[in-house]
């Protein structure tokens, strides 16, 4: 049973989101936040702390912690090691190195306390890190669970919502494949509100169809544009995380675009990518293999030859 017992590790920029996104939705009984720079998490704490005074907010008790807070966690969140930065190679796959490491680190604390919580990983690089941490330590594989493409297909819904302005939350379908720059939109399996894509621009009088190809390469943009305009990226998948804890929260067995190990799916294993997988209070239920045609087929196969080269460079 999910008590709401959080633990979130890393306290800068996507940490500090999450753990906003967290109150303000009112999805935990207490957060504990862990992070190397001991000052910065304590003021966190405190500032979070402030926060639960309001009339509207729960009573949340939100602290600075240590590894040992694990040990009744529900749900352990993990945003530790650096990113890509303003003017770097846009490619998280760089990451791959430093970031394994750290979730060594991590992980080998983690462990030491449970093998009962949710383990919920953001850090970049996502597929490699989540296939790190699922392969390299002895955790219930269903609950290793990668955010994955779930913040492309936010940002898919975002954009095609937009050209028609409507609610983006009518915008159905999947990014799969890599959370990065060989993930694609899986345009197969996009509807919108029930109308399909065929016709949707006579549905709404556009004399101009539908641009596949610039709506792709904005969506591998948008992160870099962030990067790049505001320094980080954090509130975009700090929503995303709060989507993942409230699926655990109410045991929802609910499908969504994540990331995990494929055992088999699409011929596919020894790699994490994002498909859509069922999750509820205990982790991943099920996976799903959507019927794709060839060209998403190639798509998909062609990111997971970019992860596994990165997995590889991550044991050099």
Partial sequence: MFKGKVVIVGASNVGSAVLTKLLDFQLA???ALIDLNENKCKGEALDAN???SCIHSLNIRTYYGDYSDCKD???IIITAGPSIKPGEKPDRLILSKTNCKIMSSVMSEIVKYTKDAIILMITNPLDVATYHVSTQFDYPREKIIGTGTMLETFRLRRIIADRYHIDPKNIHG???????NSAFTAWSTVNVAGLGLEHIDEYFHFDDKLDKKAIEQALVNRAYDIINLKGYTNTGIAMVAARFTKSFMYNEHTIL???AVLEGEYGLSDV???IPRMICADGIVRSFAPHLPKEELDLLYASAESVKKAIASAKE
């Fill in 29 to 31: 009984s207490e957060i």
């Fill in 50 to 52: 402030d926060a639960t």
């Fill in 73 to 75: 966690a529900d749900l």
């Fill in 174 to 180: 999947y990014v799969l494949g890599e959370h990065g």
């Fill in 257 to 259: 675009p994540m990331s």
């Fill in 272 to 274: 994490a990518l994002s």
